[in-house]
Structures are given as structure tokens and as C-alpha cells.
């Protein structure tokens, strides 16, 4: 899975006013936690703009004062109105320990339903597992290469390694083929057509029998 290094500079207050300090320097205040320890530190927008701005799920190695910190991004706060980014915590990795993370979904394979002109709808993104360290992965995948038109394939349908634990509710969708609007329009249309064709035969079926009477 991919991996991103940051280098953090330790910060020495932890109270409001030392945080709003960080901010009006230009940094993000930060705290890695984990394996009964806690270290306050601060990083530039910058520096991890590849963490925060991308659908991917990265793993994180923090380095302050010389010591490294493997970790994955736990929460991130932004301003309600400029969207700055203003806190980041940082969960340690710690061999053996059970965790729990949300993980990207990647739909794989080809669907019959697209191919055959249906549209491919994504519902879920991402799902929570619980795992370990030993056994984390940067993403899922679930197949959709039997997805006809008005199929969908669910949680359940993901198939986990061994050491992940599916948390999220199995019966959630995950994508859908649906039936594109043209496509419905076009159907109805034939569907009309075919039964406009089958009333005039039926008529023509009707006006003939008299005629036949009056011949005789």
C-alpha cells in the first residue's frame, strides 16, 4: 500500500492559546497517539496536501525529534467556512494490535449490464474493517463482471484476507447496473408499438368475419 513520510516539528504547549500560535505561523497542529504514548507536533498545508486531498488511503510515517511514528490518519478537522485545515490526529501502528479503519472500495471486471449499454452506479466508497497492522491494505476490490441490468453487488460480496473483519453491514450496496433513461424511453416505445400492432390485428381479425357472413 502506499505510504507517505512526514517530518514534524514537536510542539511544547498543548493548550488553546499554543494551538492558535501554530495556526498564526502557518502550520497544522497534529498529535500522533497510540501504544500508550502521545506526541504533539506540527506540519505545514503543504506537506500533506497528498494525505488529506485524495480518495486514497495511505499509510503515515511521522518523524519527530529523530524518533519514527508509523501511522495512519485517524480524524482531521477543517474551518467550517475557509475549509483550512485545523487539527490532524494520527494513530501509532502497533504490531498486534487490533484497529479499526475505513478502507477505499474499488469495483474490478467488466459488467455484462454496462456492456450492454447500462450504467454503473457507485454507492458506497469505502467500508469499515477491523484489522491489524500485519494484515492492513490500502484498498478492497469487489467483482461486478456478472452484473447484468438491475443487478448490484453488496458488502458481502467483497471477499476479505485473512486478518480483515468486514464491520460495515453486509446488505449495503456497493454498485448497481441500472437501466440509463434512453434506454427505458426506447423500450417503452417498442413495448407501445408492439401493442398498437396487436390491437390492429385484432380489429382486422373482427371486420373480416362479417364480410365473410355477408359472402355467404
Keep these: 500500500m502506499n505510504s507517505i513520510s512526514l517530518t514534524g516539528v514537536a510542539r511544547t504547549g498543548t493548550g488553546k492559546k499554543a494551538t492558535k500560535a501554530?495556526?498564526?505561523?502557518g502550520r497544522v497542529p497534529c498529535v500522533v497517539y497510540g501504544g500508550g504514548e502521545t506526541a504533539h507536533f506540527s506540519v505545514t498545508p503543504k506537506e500533506v496536501k497528498n494525505l488529506v486531498y485524495t480518495p486514497e488511503f495511505k499509510m503515515v510515517d511521522i518523524t519527530i525529534d529523530g524518533t519514527s511514528h508509523n501511522c495512519i490518519l485517524r480524524d482531521i478537522q477543517f474551518h467550517p467556512v475557509s475549509d483550512e485545515i485545523m487539527h490532524m490526529d494520527f494513530l501509532k501502528l502497533v504490531p498486534g494490535n487490533t484497529i479499526k479503519v475505513t478502507i477505499p472500495v474499488r469495483c474490478?471486471?467488466?459488467s455484462p449490464g454496462?456492456?450492454?449499454?447500462?450504467?454503473?452506479?457507485?454507492?458506497?466508497r469505502s467500508v469499515l474493517v477491523k484489522t491489524n497492522p500485519e494484515a492492513l491494505v490500502?484498498?478492497?476490490?469487489?467483482d461486478i463482471s456478472k452484473l447484468e441490468l438491475n443487478d448490484?453487488?453488496?458488502v458481502k460480496d467483497i471477499v476479505l484476507a485473512d486478518g480483515i473483519e468486514m464491520m460495515s453491514r453486509g446488505a449495503i450496496p456497493i454498485a448497481s447496473v441500472e437501466v440509463?433513461?434512453?434506454m427505458k424511453s426506447a423500450e417503452a416505445e417498442e413495448a407501445e408499438e408492439g401493442a398498437t400492432e396487436g390491437a390492429a390485428a385484432a380489429e382486422g381479425g373482427d371486420a373480416a368475419a362479417p364480410a365473410a357472413e355477408e359472402k355467404k
Excluded: C, D, I, Y
Aim: avoid cysteine; aromatic fraction near 0%.
Design 152 to 154: 448490484s453487488v453488496r
Design 180 to 182: 440509463p433513461r434512453a
Design 108 to 110: 474490478v471486471g467488466t
Design 22 to 25: 501554530t495556526r498564526r505561523e
Design 114 to 124: 454496462v456492456v450492454g449499454g447500462g450504467r454503473l452506479n457507485l454507492k458506497l
Design 138 to 142: 490500502g484498498e478492497l476490490t469487489v
